[in-house]
């Protein structure tokens, strides 16, 4: 079945070096790949997407790259802040809706 | 505009019990999907409706069920409670206006089953 692999499962940061998280996926029909970011004891929130024919996408420090060739996308957080410590969660799916799988997520501690 | 609502936000249920959440989407929005969240088990998808019909479905036994109304509220039912069943329930709307109007999801509060 749809499977999304995340890597690394935590990640530890000084504040202001750069944070890259990276997810790969099985089903060769996803077109869409957002990325969510839960705080502790909050909901998910959608911080950046990106679809199939779009290989980057940017948006101020955040940035996400798509590989649909090798089935890789990423997360590239720039700048990182104390604020930026979460859980990030990748997922993919189709713009014409399925169900949309979500990688295990990592945890992210930026150091100040 | 009104978020993703859901209730209880928090509830205690014993084994062998069965309990009941309800989710109401984004005014507007025609998909639900409920995940399961657990330390270590991420996101865990249970099941989304649209328009009333169970479009898909997780990997989840037949005691986690769901429904969705006309209005597009949801709710989702587990039966005969297990200790593993603890767990922070999620569920999420979608507009679904189109092919190409994506499918971002939004996330309610969740909430929270503890079984003892």
């Known amino acids: 079945g749809e499977n999304v692999e995340q890597h690394p499962s935590t990640l530890s940061v000084q504040e202001g070096d750069s944070a890259v998280i990276k997810c790969t996926y099985s089903?060769?029909?996803?077109?869409?790949f957002p990325w969510y970011k839960q705080e502790l004891g909050k909901r998910p929130q959608l911080i950046i997407d990106?679809?199939?024919?779009?290989g980057e996408k940017k948006d101020q420090r955040i940035a996400v790259t798509l590989n649909k060739t090798a089935k890789h996308f990423s997360l590239h957080i720039t700048e990182t802040q104390p604020e930026d410590s979460a859980v990030y969660f990748c997922?993919?799916?189709?713009?014409?809706?399925?169900?949309?799988?979500f990688g295990p997520g990592t945890s992210l501690s930026v150091i100040p | 505009k009104a978020g993703v609502t859901q209730t209880p936000r928090y509830l205690i249920k014993t084994r062998g019990q069965q309990v009941t959440l309800s989710c109401s989407p984004i005014?507007?929005?025609?998909?639900v999907s409920w995940y399961q969240q657990t330390p270590g088990q991420g996101l865990q998808f249970l099941f989304e409706?649209?328009?009333?019909?169970?479009?898909n479905k997780g990997n989840f036994p037949g005691r986690f069920s769901g429904r969705q109304f006309s209005n597009s509220r949801s709710e989702m039912n587990v039966s005969t409670l297990e200790l593993g069943d603890s767990a922070l329930y999620l569920c999420?709307?979608?507009?679904?206006?189109?092919?190409?109007?994506?499918?971002?999801?939004?996330f309610g509060e969740g909430s929270w089953l503890t079984v003892v």
């Open positions: 089903d060769s029909a996803s077109n869409y």
């Open positions: 409706y649209f328009s009333e019909t169970q479009r």
């Open positions: 005014s507007g929005h025609r998909s």
């Open positions: 999420a709307s979608s507009s679904q206006a189109g092919v190409n109007s994506g499918n971002t999801i939004y």
């Open positions: 990106i679809r199939s024919n779009v």
């Open positions: 997922a993919a799916g189709k713009t014409s809706y399925d169900k949309v799988i």
